[in-house]
Every structure is written in C-alpha cells, then in structure tokens.
C-alpha cells in the first residue's frame, strides 16, 4: 500500500463526502500563494473535526495552532449562530492571512484570532471551552494538554494531531523534540485521572499519522 492510493481514496472521499466550500478552497490556494507550509489537516480530516465539534454540540472552540485558518473554518462553521472559537498563533505571517481567509469565510465575527506564542496567550483565556484541537508545534503537546484541561469542563472533548508520525512515536530514545512532546503527552492521556482517551492511526494524501482523542470526565 502506497502514499499514492491513500491520497486518490482521499479523493474519493471528499469527492463523495465532502462539498467543494469556495471559502475554504480560497484559503487553500491563499495559503500556498503565501508561502505557508502545506500541513494543514485534509479537506476529509477538516470534515471529521467539524462532525467531532458538532456531535460535541460545541459552543465554545479553543485550537492552539491557526497555521492559515483552513482547519479554523471547519471548526468554526461546526458552532451556532452565538458559537465562538479562540484560535492561537505565534508567526504573523500565518495569522495575517488566516485572519484574510476567516474574513472571507464570513467567519470574522465568530472567530478571535490571538497572535502570539501560545503558551503566553492560553493564561489569558477563561474557561469554559467545549472542544479543544492541539495542532501546533508538537515540542509543547504536554504542556498545551494540561492547559486544555485546565481551560476545559466536565465533558469537554481534547483532540491533538499528528500523535503518530509514521510510527516514530514508538521510539523511547528518539532526540527529535517533537516526538518527546508528543510522547509526554501520552503520559499525561494515561495518567490523568479525568481523562478518558484513546488514539487512531490515519493514512492519506498527508501521509501516515493520528489523532488523540480525550474526553474530559
Ligand atoms: N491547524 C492548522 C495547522 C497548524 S500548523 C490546520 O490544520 O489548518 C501549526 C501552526 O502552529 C503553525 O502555523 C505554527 O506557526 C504554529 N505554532 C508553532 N509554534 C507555536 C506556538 N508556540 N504558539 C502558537 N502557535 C505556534
Ligand atoms: C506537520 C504536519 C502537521 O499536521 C502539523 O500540524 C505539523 C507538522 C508535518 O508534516 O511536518
Ligand atoms: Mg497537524
């Protein structure tokens, strides 16, 4: 089995599942006219976090990585009318033209962009938040865990992505930062007495990877 299958059934996925969303294409493109890096969630994976938020009800969205707001959008187009989502980011350049993508989705009023390194935005948040998504630089996993949980009630739901990273997250003795992170963030999804978690392995078009999945109890 190949990257190259797992991208055409990607394909086939969203072209049976997914409807073609010109705001959400525009950030794409936006996104890689700028420069951005290409490693936002897939338009399939984007669907699948927006029927989590919406199954979770979700009125309160925290995301702690915007990169151009693609993942953003599916999240935020999950919420009701009064809905809101907080989204975090350290490099302007990818906060201005997230917030240029977020504007055109229609979505300037639902979603609150805060510019800066994370760990220096989250102390400034207030809880309740109803869903959060980790998806920034993954060194930070554990530590942006523990403020989900903090930020988080009984009941909400914590995902992170890329928890697998082609199996590299088996290695106890990798020095690669981002795969310690990720492995402390294990610890704290087995060890925390108010988590309730698992994790799925995913192929596709982004390659072999997963998500974490918590709930809050
Ligand atoms: N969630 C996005 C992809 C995010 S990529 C999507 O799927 O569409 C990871 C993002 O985290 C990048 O934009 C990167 O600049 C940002 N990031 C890296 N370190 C950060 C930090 N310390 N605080 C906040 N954001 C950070
Ligand atoms: C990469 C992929 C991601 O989904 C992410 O959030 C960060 C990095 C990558 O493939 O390098
Ligand atoms: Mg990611």
Redesign the pocket.
């Known amino acids: 089995m190949s990257k190259q299958l797992w991208t055409a059934v990607d394909e086939f996925i969203s072209q049976q599942l997914v409807s073609v969303d010109p705001a959400l294409e525009a950030a794409l493109a936006d996104s890689e006219a700028a420069g951005l890096p290409a490693?936002?969630?897939t338009p399939n994976q984007g669907k699948f976090l927006h029927l989590l938020a919406r199954i979770q009800s979700a009125r309160r969205v925290l995301e702690i990585?915007t990169l151009g707001g693609y993942s953003t959008i599916w999240l935020a187009r999950a919420l009701p009318p009064d809905g809101r989502l907080i989204t975090l980011e350290a490099n302007p350049r990818h906060a201005e033209i997230a917030r240029k993508n977020i504007e055109r989705a229609g979505l300037a009023a639902v979603v609150e962009l805060r510019l800066g390194p994370a760990l220096d935005t989250l102390p400034q948040l207030a809880p309740p938040f109803d869903f959060v998504f980790i998806?920034a630089d993954k060194e930070n996993n554990a530590l942006y865990f523990d403020w989900a949980l903090r930020l988080s009630r009984k009941g909400s739901v914590i995902i992170a992505?890329?928890v697998v990273r082609e199996g590299k997250i088996l290695d106890s003795t990798s020095r690669d930062s981002t795969i310690e992170g990720t492995r402390r963030l294990y610890e704290k999804l087995n060890g925390e007495k108010r988590i309730n978690a698992t994790a799925i392995q995913t192929v596709g078009s982004k390659g072999y990877d997963g998500f974490a999945i918590a709930s809050v109890e």
């Open positions: 490693i936002n969630v990585g998806d992505d890329n």
